[in-house]
């Protein structure tokens, strides 16, 4: 008895000693609820308006957040142009948490209760940085994909959001789907 006792203290003081936590060492949700501090790691893939074919890293990319209104900006300097998707959540902190994956569509956006979810992507291309003068429109459809992320700091999190355009076809009215998709890990 006295020897199974002393093996037990033995074994607590050193996992207690070695500098990692007891546990698994997943963050806790309490990780998750504080302000986004910062943006690293940004892709882009797709096709945003006459931008076909994107599937580079971020030129730029930066992240707004005051505790209610999130944007993250996520830009690509292509060889002719600038492309740039602009993601926006309002009220949307609980989303920002790893195990979200819903769909948001255009209309959504508009047809919200007060204090709801609001999220919007927008595709910007233009002829350089900053100048979207060739493209500027909200997607139809917007998916957001939250995971914690594994090589970062407590809180981090993967974040995939993909946005779908409609484009109806003058000619017949049949309708294409454009998509485009900018992948980022959010620091805590």
């Known amino acids: 008895m006295q ?15 070695s500098g990692e936590p007891l546990g698994n060492g997943a963050p806790s949700p309490a990780d998750y609820t504080a302000q ?11 096709d945003i308006g006459p ?10 990319i930066n992240t707004w957040d005051d505790g209610t209104y999130l944007a993250v900006d996520a830009v690509v300097q292509l060889s002719d142009r600038a492309a740039m998707l602009f993601l926006s959540a309002s009220n949307a902190a609980e989303l920002f948490v790893p195990g ?5 569509s255009f209309s959504d956006y508009y047809d919200y209760q007060a204090g ?8 910007c291309v233009g002829q350089a940085i900053d100048v979207y003068d060739q493209y500027d429109a909200a997607a139809d459809e917007v998916d957001l994909v939250v995971e914690a992320n594994q090589g970062g700091e407590a809180g981090d999190i993967d974040v995939d959001v993909v946005g779908r355009w409609f484009v109806e076809a003058p000619a017949d009215g049949a309708l294409s789907v454009r998509e485009a998709r900018a992948s980022f890990v959010l620091e805590r």
């Open 116 to 123: 709801e979810p609001q999220i919007g992507l927008l595709g």
């Open 3 to 17: 020897r199974s006792l002393l093996f037990g203290v033995v074994a607590i003081s050193v996992a207690g000693c």
């Open 36 to 46: 986004i501090t910062g943006v690293r790691e940004g892709h882009l893939m797709g």
């Open 51 to 60: 931008a076909e074919g994107i599937n580079t890293p971020t030129t730029r």
């Open 100 to 104: 979200t994956d819903t769909t948001f």
